[in-house]
């Protein structure tokens, strides 16, 4: 059984919590775009403390002993970054070796001259800036397409490196040299490139066949995706998306699968909407509400820490991911958020010109002007935190789960209460619809 994971929002939903309760039942967790713009977050008691986690490129599988974690083909890796989340899970006492972190030799390296130009380029959007993370992620994929891209797989060889980063560093130094922006030091890059193949070499496979052999073999694979449906370079609110198709044929194209080996996919999906960056939002809470979600769901960003965008449930955008995807089911979390409000607002289509649709449009403008249409059902205003049996939900918030469902589409296989493992619901009902037999 192969499962893929994939955020149904604008990102941030909560894929890393998820990913780490259902982690145990698989024995591959791999990731298959993005970088280390993602920030997944998981909070496990270990040792009778709560450690808290921010895994920004490795799957969230590795706090998990056993586990093969595999940073797919279609991920962009940056090596220091990448480095340093291995020193930091050492540091915490989780194992992370040659055996159980592979790096797809396929996949594109992220090198300092990409961050410059994410910089160099988001400042000469001016007010249309799409508010990049800045780890640059757009200008690593831009060279892969424009095929001068290095890939992991070059990091075993140190003399062809040393070539390649040279030719590289000159192709970038006119690049940069364009936007007024500080050169790379050529020296320094080879330098950082031999540590790094020193240090990563080892990790490096072709996790293409790994995957499919495993798959072949039996062993089940949990596909983590990065970022969300609304932010997939084809799929979301472009311009103001990231690089990769962070929908689930990323995770095809990204992990060298084909599609009949994914058996089921789940969307993780707020109970209310965030967004970082720039672009439009149509259910955006420019006021003290917003802001009160804002505080209460701890609504910063796992990577940069910038504020987090907050408004209501929109199941325009619901419906739209679990059409593009083919959602078997959804996993909402951040329920209990909501607890203290009198009401709650849900848009179930957009008025664009005066026109209603219930269709998300696919220029940023459009999207920009349209004016949610809502429905208000009562809040609960009682204390769902930690609840884990959906009975013992007030009958209001069962009331909201369900309107939820209906217009989004897809049935709950989860609904998570709080930050820890044990504060979800889970509906071995629809997980087993989904063809997922988990006693989680
Ligand atoms: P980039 O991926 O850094 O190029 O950023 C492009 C857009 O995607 C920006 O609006 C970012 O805020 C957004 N973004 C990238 N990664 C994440 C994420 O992990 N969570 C939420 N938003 C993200």
Avoid at 143 to 152: D, F, L, S, T, Y
Avoid at 161 to 172: D, G, I, S, T
Wanted: proline share 4%; hydrophobic share 40%.
């Amino acid at each position: 059984m192969n499962l893929a994971i994939i955020g149904a929002q604008w990102g941030d939903e909560g894929k890393g919590k998820i990913v780490d309760l259902i982690a145990p039942h698989f024995d591959i967790v791999a990731r298959y775009q993005g970088g280390h713009n993602a920030g997944h977050t998981v909070i496990i008691r270990r040792n009778g403390e709560d450690q808290k986690f921010v895994l920004h490129l490795i799957p969230s599988g590795i706090t998990h002993p056993g586990k093969t974690c595999v940073i797919g083909n279609g991920v962009v890796v940056h090596p220091g970054a990448l480095l340093t989340e291995i020193d930091e899970l050492r540091a915490k006492g989780i194992e992370v070796t040659a055996a159980n972190l592979l790096i797809s030799n396929r996949a594109h390296l992220i090198l300092p001259h990409h961050i410059a130009l994410d910089r160099a380029i988001e400042a000469s959007r001016g007010n249309s800036a799409v508010g990049t993370t800045m780890r640059g992620i757009g200008p690593a994929y831009e060279e892969k397409m424009a095929r001068r891209g290095i890939r992991a797989g070059d990091l075993t060889d140190a003399a062809g490196l040393v070539e390649k980063l040279a030719h590289n560093a000159k192709q970038a130094n006119r690049l940069l040299a364009m936007f007024g922006s500080d050169l790379i030091d050529e020296k320094q890059l080879i330098a950082d490139g031999l540590r790094w193949s020193e240090l990563l070499a080892p990790h490096v496979t072709d996790t293409t066949y790994f995957l499919n052999h495993a798959t072949r073999d039996g062993k089940s694979l949990l596909l983590e995706g990065a970022q969300a449906t609304m932010l997939d370079i084809d799929h979301g609110t472009y311009p103001f998306v990231t690089s990769s198709n962070s929908s689930v044929g990323g995770a095809c194209t990204g992990a060298g699968i084909p599609p009949s080996a994914i058996n089921a996919t789940i969307g993780v999906i707020k109970a209310y909407t965030t967004r970082v960056g720039g672009g439009p939002f149509p259910t955006e809470l420019n006021d003290a509400l917003g802001e009160a979600i804002r505080a209460k769901g701890g609504e910063y960003g796992a990577s940069t820490g910038r504020p987090r965008r907050t408004g209501w449930f929109d199941a325009v955008v619901a419906r739209y991911a679990v059409m593009v995807n083919g959602l078997d089911a959804l996993a909402l979390t951040k329920l209990d958020v909501l607890d203290d409000l009198d009401e709650l607002k849900i848009c179930v289509a957009y008025k664009i010109n005066g026109q209603v649709t219930e269709q998300v449009p696919y220029d940023a403008d459009q999207m920009n002007a349209a004016e949610p249409v809502y429905e208000t059902m009562p809040g609960w205003q009682s204390n769902t935190v930690g609840i884990s049996n959906f009975d013992d939900l007030p009958e209001r918030a069962q009331q909201y789960l369900a309107r939820l469902s209906e217009v989004s589409g897809a049935p709950f296989a989860f609904i998570s209460t709080g930050a820890e493992r044990n504060e979800t619901i889970i509906s071995a009902d629809v997980l087993s619809r989904c063809g997922l037999h988990l006693t989680v």
